[in-house]
């Protein structure tokens, strides 16, 4: 850490020390977290943060942009390489912003949004009813999974039949398997609606050829830049061959939602940070990255299986997996808590037809990318697997009470027992002893 923000914010200088060091010391689970490249992080704190740049490259509305113009287009024509489309809008602050920039774009208000329920593994911005924009702007037709987790194509075809959405979104938060992009593009063309691919999740997968694009089928794709991507934090909106068919002028109607219609000027810093890591993506070396971490996934979901536990879908085909907690009677809460105390950072999720309300889910949701990153392979997922059964069971007796009223004092309780627990804390040891030979990048 540089000396300046030691003498300017001594503060702030020693929390980010703490966080870094927090960051060496645990096994990083969520899916949707990653550890960003020091050449990535660089360039988000370099002085690109200085400048504003309104507008788009070469139709700014600030002068001083001849550098800035050249890494925005840079950054375009990366996306556009790396992914074989004819059109990259690399502005989008995040990914919720760029999804609602396609429906600003491409939908009336009124209009029929198809997408996954949030409890079935979906994203609040994929039609979810009342609270967001994208359910309250829009009419909200919901598929599901199946009881096992499964996405019942057959299903959804009869439901976009009978409700004719103007837009299909595909993409999940929490849902194992592959994607059969093929049928979902006959879905939408047997209904006339437009398909929006979502693979913030999988980005890197597709990249690195473990998981299959969605570039041939749909009309839209939007990813996030940092998940398996392993970038800054952003978003990228591509529109492809088969969108520009149906609408040629589709990609300047989402430059135009982005920008003024949701957002003003882009974060400089992070186009070039996007720029880097679109770069580093299209290296040999992360086509590797990405099988790993699939091989990863499937040996952890095997050994979690093989030690008692239940999985949706019973296993994985990609970098995360949902660990079913019913049989055990844990609720997510109390399973990702002890897990944190024993040095394994995950986030509580629901389930298929969970019967508990979001706030208290009955599951709890791991990937592999950041461990991957670290250079983590099989022996330490079979490890790693090992420690998460073996945390589950020390909770197992731990059951929510029924009355609301009770549950704030129990989790209360609940919690500083576990930051007591003898066993957790010895596996915070190893996972230690693991991390220290496994640096951060």
């Keep these: 850490m540089s000396n300046n923000i030691k003498k300017m914010d001594p503060a702030i200088a020693s929390l980010i020390e703490k966080e870094a060091k927090r960051q060496r010391d645990v096994l990083e689970m969520i899916p949707s977290e990653n550890y960003a490249s020091s050449a990535v992080r660089e360039a988000v704190g370099s002085i690109l943060a200085n400048k504003y740049s309104e507008g788009y490259p070469h139709k700014r509305y600030y002068q001083g942009n001849r550098y800035i113009d050249d890494i925005e287009n840079l950054a375009i024509a990366r996306a556009k390489k790396l992914f074989g489309v004819p059109h990259a809008n690399v502005q989008p602050y995040s990914g919720s912003p760029a999804n609602s920039a396609v429906y600003m774009a491409l939908l009336k208000p009124g209009d029929t949004i198809m997408g996954l329920k949030l409890s079935g593994g979906g994203h609040l911005t994929h039609g979810h009813p009342d609270v967001t924009f994208s359910g309250t702007f829009y009419r909200s037709v919901q598929y599901d999974v199946d009881e096992q987790g499964f996405i019942d194509l057959d299903y959804v075809a009869a439901l976009a039949a009978k409700t004719k959405p103007a837009i299909i979104v595909v993409g999940t938060t929490a849902y194992p398997r592959i994607f059969d992009w093929k049928k979902w593009k006959a879905i939408a063309d047997s209904v006339g609606a437009l398909l929006l691919a979502d693979i913030s999740h999988i980005a890197g997968l597709v990249v690195g050829g473990v998981h299959p694009s969605p570039i041939p089928y749909a009309d839209i794709v939007m990813f996030t830049t940092h998940k398996t991507m392993r970038g800054p934090r952003g978003a990228v909106l591509l529109v492809t061959g088969q969108g520009l068919v149906k609408d040629p002028k589709m990609g300047e109607k989402i430059d135009k939602a982005v920008f003024p219609g949701l957002q ?91 019967p508990n309300p979001p706030f208290y889910p009955s599951g709890i949701r791991l990937g592999t990318p950041a461990i991957t990153t670290r250079g983590m392979k099989e022996k330490e997922m079979k490890q790693i697997g090992e420690w998460i059964a073996q945390v589950i069971r020390e909770v197992s007796h731990y059951c929510l009470p029924k009355a609301k009223e009770e549950r704030g004092a129990f989790l209360k309780k609940v919690r500083r027992e576990l930051h007591q627990n003898k066993q957790l804390q010895s596996i915070a040891k190893s996972v230690k002893i693991l991390t220290k030979k496994f640096p951060v990048p």
């Excluded at 882009?266 to 770069?279: E, G, Q």
């Excluded at 299209?282 to 990405?290: I, L, W």
């Design 264 to 354: 003003g000027g882009p974060h400089d810093n992070v186009t070039a940070a996007i720029a880097v890591c679109l770069h580093e993506a299209s290296q040999p070396t992360f086509k590797r990255y990405a099988k790993q971490v699939v091989d990863n996934a499937k040996v952890l979901a095997a050994t979690i299986q093989r030690q008692g536990c239940t999985l949706s879908t019973g296993g994985t085909d990609n970098h995360l997996m949902v660990v079913d907690l019913r049989p055990q009677g844990v609720i997510g809460n109390i399973a990702a808590e002890a897990l944190e105390v024993a040095g394994i950072v995950v986030n509580r999720n629901s389930v298929p037809h969970d």
